[in-house]
Every structure is written in structure tokens, then in C-alpha cells.
């Protein structure tokens, strides 16, 4: 599988394995055959209803691939439509089921990569999990809190969008309790910057779903998890705001990262949220940031740098 890479030495395997409640998640392994492994592996995750070879994780991952970086990119059970029917806190056995993968194939240092909705995935995970293994977080575009922006996605379309969202929750509730949770509707997605003039966009999500991600009392929320974490974190964010994410969202994660050994900030100054056009820019980004912070404190603490004793 090497068609998501520039690098003809790059190649991905396709792989899978199941969580522990025993749903099977699929991915691919990239690894070079020309570099030199490095000591650290990544596991690299997408977006809502995006999947392991799209997106941003299509791209970065053969890329990290290409510099040493044997990377995982993996999809959580949340991929594509299965979005749509997906319950919030099943994140935390999938990125258990990855790192347990990795580890089967001989890793044993570990940076996680999120982008977007699983920055707050990956937020959740590591706050409950503390996994010792994971030596990294690197998080991309995501939001600090989205459930507490669900309702901007209404303001060009009603006169009251906090009202309007209120009413779709209100019916996700009553369908729930009518044991209709797994029911369909069609609901406003992004709130991108009004001046970019972008079409708005709907997506299919059930009423479970829409409570699980996007109610007052749901733990997709960031900034509830971040102060939680000790793990060093590289925080990336993009000038313009073509979704719902934004800079200032990264910056407020930035800046609740308390407990983080070590917090870098980088925005990618012309970029939207998925980086078209500054692929290139993203892979040095995260792997200098890697270099510099979790494989250099690895190295000074006698971790193996060599390929055959991961």
C-alpha cells in the first residue's frame, strides 16, 4: 500500500485488530525501508466520520513514515458513517485496542496523533488511562469544548440558534426514552468563519449520538480532560476557520495543559483545517517536535534508539 506516500520506500500494511468488547477496527502500518527506525512509534487517529486513510491522517502518517517514524494510522469505531451511530466514550477501547496492537508488534514508545474531534478522544483516554507508554500527544485542530459550540452550527438558520438547538435536544432526549435513540435526523455540521462565504453542510446523526457528543451532560468536552494529563503535548492549530475549529480553541487547550511535563504551541499560518497545501509543513512540525521533546528526554533517560530492541 503505497499510494498515499511520496516516498517509494514507504510502505503501508493493512492491518487490524479488536477492542476488548471485541469490535474489530482496521488500519495500516507504514514503515520505510530505507530510514532508520526511530525508538518512538506513532498511533495517528482522524476526525469525525473520516477514516484511517483520509484526511489528514492519509497524508501525515506515510509522512512520519518516510522521516523513522513507524506510524499506525488507525481507524476508531467512529469512522466515516459509523459516526452517525457511535457513542463517545468507546474512544477509550479503541485507542486501548492500538496501543495494544503496536505493542504485539514490538513497539513500546508511543505518541498519539489526533485531529480534530479525536484531540477531545484522546484528551478522555489519556486522562482515565495515565498509559505510561504514551510518551507524547499530538494534537491537531481540535476544539475545547464541543459540546458548549453544538449550537453555533444554527446561527444562519435560525433567529435563535441556541433556542434551535435546544429543541433537536429536547427531541434527542424524548426519542431516547421512547427507545428510538438509534433514529436519524439531519443536522447543521460546521460553523465555519462567515466571511469565507462556505455553503453550509448537513450530516445524518442519531439521537443517541447527538447526546453522546453534543449535550450539556456529554464528556466530549476537552477542557474538562487536558488539566488531567501529565504527558508532553505539541498543540497545532490553522489561521482559518473553514469548520467549526478555530486557533483560540487551541490556544484555551494550550493554556489548560497544566499538568503537561512540557506544551508547545504551533499554528500553520494560512492553512485551513486540513492542511491542504501545507502537508509538508505539518509532518515537520509534529516529527521535529518528537525529535526535540519525547525521543530527546527518552534518549537522556537510556531509552534504545535502535529499530530491533523497540
Not at 466514550?89 to 513497539?107: H, I, L, N, S
Not at 491537531?140 to 433537536?168: C, F, I, N
Not at 504527558?231 to 467549526?244: A, G, N
Amino acid at each position: 500500500m503505497t499510494g498515499m506516500s511520496k516516498d517509494p520506500d514507504t510502505h503501508g500494511e493493512l492491518v487490524s485488530f479488536r477492542a476488548a468488547d471485541g469490535v474489530r477496527l482496521h488500519g495500516a502500518l507504514f514503515k520505510n525501508s530505507r530510514v532508520r527506525s526511530h525508538d518512538i512509534a506513532v498511533i495517528s487517529t482522524h476526525g469525525a466520520a473520516n477514516s484511517f486513510y483520509g484526511s489528514v491522517t492519509g497524508f501525515l502518517s506515510p509522512g512520519l513514515a518516510s522521516l523513522g517514524y513507524a506510524t499506525l494510522s488507525m481507524n476508531l469505531r467512529c469512522h466515516d458513517r459509523a459516526y452517525a451511530t457511535s457513542i463517545f466514550e468507546d474512544c477509550e477501547k479503541d485507542f486501548a485496542a492500538g496501543v495494544a496492537f503496536m505493542k504485539e508488534q514490538g513497539y513500546r514508545r508511543f505518541v498519539l496523533f489526533g485531529h480534530s474531534l479525536s484531540v477531545t478522544q484522546i484528551l478522555y483516554y489519556m486522562a482515565r488511562s495515565q498509559e505510561p507508554s504514551v510518551v507524547g500527544l499530538a494534537l491537531s485542530a481540535g476544539h475545547d469544548d464541543l459540546r458548549g459550540v453544538v449550537w453555533m452550527s444554527w446561527e444562519t438558520l435560525a433567529d435563535d440558534p441556541k433556542a434551535a438547538y435546544g429543541r433537536v435536544l429536547d427531541e434527542c432526549r424524548e426519542m431516547v426514552a421512547r427507545g428510538e435513540g438509534d433514529r436519524l435526523l439531519i443536522i447543521p455540521w460546521w460553523r465555519p468563519d462567515p466571511k469565507l462565504k462556505l455553503r453550509q453542510t448537513f450530516r445524518e446523526i442519531s439521537a443517541q449520538t447527538f447526546l453522546s457528543y453534543r449535550s450539556p451532560e456529554s464528556n466530549c468536552n476537552a477542557s474538562a480532560w487536558i488539566g488531567k494529563i501529565k504527558t508532553p503535548m505539541l498543540l497545532i492549530s490553522h489561521s482559518i476557520v473553514d469548520t467549526t475549529a478555530s486557533p483560540e480553541m487551541m490556544k484555551k487547550l494550550h493554556k489548560l495543559a497544566t499538568a503537561a511535563e512540557s506544551t508547545d504551541y504551533v499554528e500553520i499560518e494560512g492553512s485551513g483545517h486540513f492542511y491542504a497545501g501545507f502537508e509538508d509543513q505539518l509532518i515537520d512540525e509534529v516529527a521535529g517536535w518528537i525529535a526535540r521533546v519525547p525521543e530527546a528526554k527518552g534518549a537522556s533517560a537510556g531509552h534504545s534508539a535502535t529499530a530491533g530492541s523497540r
